[in-house]
């Protein structure tokens, strides 16, 4: 399975991804995310729909600029 990608603008801080990460795993338990934070990248493998990751980030308070 390929992970869905999404591209992420205003995450700059440790902080800042614990709550995409609480949030994605809100939507989609079962998810493993992976956030690298100078690339501006959510990474998500395993059972997750794409326009919940996307909700998930958005309710963080985070604009997803684009998906990979």
Partial sequence: D???VR???G???GQCEAGV???VK???PLAE???ERAAGRV???GAAD?????EAIRAEGYEVAGAI
């Fill in 2 to 4: 390929e992970p869905l």
């Fill in 7 to 9: 591209l992420v603008e």
């Fill in 11 to 13: 995450m700059n801080r």
């Fill in 21 to 23: 990460v609480q949030e």
């Fill in 26 to 28: 809100r939507a989609a």
């Fill in 33 to 35: 995310v992976r956030i």
């Fill in 43 to 45: 990474s998500v493998s």
């Fill in 50 to 54: 794409r326009q919940q990751v996307t």
